[in-house]
Nanobody
Framework: QVQLVESGGGLVQAGGSLRLSCAAS????????MGWSRQAPGKVREFVAA????????FYADSVKGRFTISRDNAKNTGYLEMNSLKPEDSAVYHC???????????????????WGQGTQVTVSS
């Protein structure tokens, strides 16, 4: 059974940084593209970043471009989301996911993903 566990969330002041991790098990993580989405109360779930199975291609939503960096360490079965210059509007629960099919390029929409983690809370104070 595939399991994704996010960590690294917390409370940070505006302008600060956080690094989220996504530990994967139950699947050959290195063969699947992965992504991150976020959900804030009362807002539509937003897909913010994605990375191809090889790590060679990435995607960012306009709202986070230039501030967030997605990466992966296939040897550790772990994905990351480095978040810098955080803003209060970045506050949300962040979820990681792996793609439905192996060996695909970057997939910039959450409909392409089937396994999701439970999420980690990020709160940015002003």
């Amino acid at each position: 059974q595939v399991q994704l566990v996010e960590s690294g969330g917390g409370l940070v002041q505006a302008g600060g940084s956080l690094r989220l991790s996504c530990a994967a098990s139950g699947r050959t993580f290195s063969s699947y593209a992965m992504g991150w989405s976020r959900q804030a109360p009362g807002k539509v779930r937003e897909f913010v970043a994605a990375i191809s199975w090889s790590g060679g291609s990435t995607f960012y939503a306009d709202s986070v471009k230039g501030r967030f960096t997605i990466s992966r360490d296939n040897a550790k079965n772990t994905g990351y989301l480095e978040m810098n210059s955080l803003k209060p509007e970045d506050s949300a629960v962040y979820h990681c996911a792996t793609a439905k099919r192996p060996h695909t390029n970057v997939l910039p929409h959450r409909s392409n993903y089937d396994y999701w983690g439970q999420g980690t809370q990020v709160t940015v104070s002003s």
